[in-house]
C-alpha cells in the first residue's frame, strides 16, 4: 500500500471521528439534549462555543507537539482525547458536566487535523500533497454522514449513539498506531509564525467563515425543529445529507489547482450564505435538504482551500500552515455559536440567519491572490 492511501485511509477516518463524531454530532442531537437536560438556545450556543474553544487551545498544543515528537504520538492521543469525551458526553446527567464532556470532545479535533499534515509532507510525494491532504479534510463528512443515519436507527438515543462513536475513536487509536509515520515535516524554525499579509488575509477569512457556518453546525437542527417541526427523523436526514455533500470537499484541491484559490473561495462562501437562508427560513422540506447538502459541500471545500492556502503560504511547517487556518475557522465558531444564540433568543431566527449569511459573503473580501501567483510562477 503506497504511503498516500495508507496515510489517507487513516486521516480520513480518524478525521471522521472527531470531526464527524466527536465535535459535530453535538448539533444533530442537540433537540433530544435539550428536551432532557433543558438548555435553551443561549445556554447550547454556550456549550457549542465551548466546544470550538476547546479546540482552538489544543489546535495550538497539536502544532507545537507535531513539531517536536511527530505525527504518530499527537494522532493517537486525537483519538483517545475523542473517545474520553463521547463517553463522558453519553454519560453526563447535568448541564454542567455535559458542556465539560463536549469540550474534551471538541478538543480532540483540534489534536487531529496538524499531524495529519505534517504525515502527508513527510511521506506523500509533493505532486500528491494537496489532494492526500483535502481528501483527508473530507473525512469530516463522512463522519456527519454516518452520524445521520445512526441517530435514524437509534430513535433519538443520544447517550448510546456517543457511547458507541467513542468505541470507534478507540479503534482509530489503534489504528494510528500502527500505520502513520512518525513524521515532524517541519524544517523551518519552530514558534509561532511570520505573520505576512497572506497568513493574516488568511486568519481573516476563515474567523468570519467559521463564525458564518455555525448557523447550521450548532442550531441548524434547532432551527428546522421549529419551522418543519422535524424530530430526530428529520433532522437525521437533514444530518446525513450534509455529509453527503461535503464529500465534494475531497476535491478541493483538484478544484484549486485548476480554477485558483479565490475563485473556489468566492464561489463557495457564496453557497454557504445561501444555504444557510434556505435552512435557517424551513419553507420548504425538499429545498431545506438540498441545501443540507449545498451547505456540506461548502464547508468542507472552504476547509480544504484554507488547509491549501495555509500549507502554501508557509511551505516549511505544514503543520503550522494548517493549523493558522483551521485555528482561526475555531476561534470564529467560538465567537459565532453564542452569539447566534443570543441574536436568536432577542430577535428571533430570521435575523439571526440573515446576519450570519452576511458574514459568510463577508469573507470574500480577504483574497489569497498573492500566494496563488507565487505558487503558479
Known amino acids: 500500500m503506497s504511503p498516500a492511501i495508507r496515510i489517507g485511509t487513516v486521516g480520513f477516518g480518524l478525521i471522521a471521528v472527531c470531526y464527524g463524531f466527536a465535535r459535530f454530532a453535538f448539533g444533530l442531537f442537540l433537540p433530544q439534549i435539550d428536551a432532557e437536560l433543558g438548555l435553551g438556545p443561549a445556554l447550547s450556543g454556550i456549550i457549542s462555543g465551548g466546544a470550538f474553544a476547546g479546540y482552538c487551545v489544543t489546535i495550538l498544543l497539536s502544532a507545537a507537539l507535531t513539531e517536536r515528537i511527530g505525527a504518530r504520538p499527537v494522532a493517537v492521543s486525537a483519538a483517545l482525547v475523542a473517545a474520553v469525551g463521547m463517553a463522558g458526553i453519553a454519560l453526563a446527567p447535568t448541564p454542567l458536566t455535559l458542556a465539560v464532556a463536549v469540550v474534551v470532545a471538541g478538543s480532540s479535533t483540534g489534536l487531529a487535523s496538524p499531524p495529519m499534515a505534517a504525515a502527508v509532507a513527510g511521506a506523500v510525494a509533493k505532486g500528491r500533497q494537496d489532494l492526500t491532504n483535502t481528501v483527508i479534510n473530507a473525512g469530516t463528512s463522512a463522519g456527519v454522514a454516518l452520524s445521520g443515519p445512526i441517530a435514524l436507527a437509534i430513535a433519538g ?52 467563515m467559521g463564525a458564518a457556518s455555525t448557523a447550521l453546525w450548532s442550531f441548524g437542527g434547532q432551527l428546522v425543529s421549529e419551522h418543519l417541526d422535524w424530530g430526530a427523523t428529520g433532522t437525521g436526514i437533514l444530518w446525513s445529507l450534509i455529509g453527503a455533500g461535503g464529500l465534494a470537499g475531497a476535491w478541493a484541491g483538484a478544484l484549486v489547482a485548476r480554477y485558483g484559490l479565490d475563485r473556489v473561495h468566492w464561489a463557495f462562501l457564496g453557497l454557504m450564505a445561501l444555504s444557510i437562508l434556505v435552512v435557517g427560513s424551513g419553507q420548504s422540506p425538499v429545498l431545506t435538504l438540498a441545501s443540507g447538502a449545498m451547505f ?49 433568543e432577542r430577535s428571533g431566527p430570521a435575523t439571526a440567519v440573515w446576519t450570519f449569511a452576511a458574514i459568510s459573503i463577508l469573507a470574500g473580501v480577504f483574497r489569497a491572490q498573492r500566494i496563488t501567483s507565487a505558487a503558479s510562477a
Open 157 to 208: 438515543q443520544w447517550r448510546l449513539a456517543f457511547g458507541a462513536f467513542a468505541v470507534v475513536a478507540l479503534v482509530l487509536a489503534v489504528a494510528a498506531a500502527r500505520l502513520l509515520p512518525g513524521a515532524r515535516g517541519e524544517t523551518g524554525a519552530a514558534g509561532l509564525p511570520h505573520l505576512s499579509g497572506a497568513v493574516q488575509r488568511l486568519i481573516a477569512a476563515s474567523f468570519l
Open 296 to 344: 456540506g459541500a461548502a464547508y468542507v471545500m472552504l476547509t480544504g482551500v484554507y488547509l491549501v492556502w495555509g500549507v502554501r503560504a508557509l511551505p516549511d511547517r505544514p503543520a503550522t500552515g494548517l493549523m493558522v487556518g483551521f485555528l482561526t475557522i475555531a476561534v470564529g465558531q467560538t465567537a459565532g455559536a453564542p452569539l447566534f444564540g443570543l441574536v436568536m
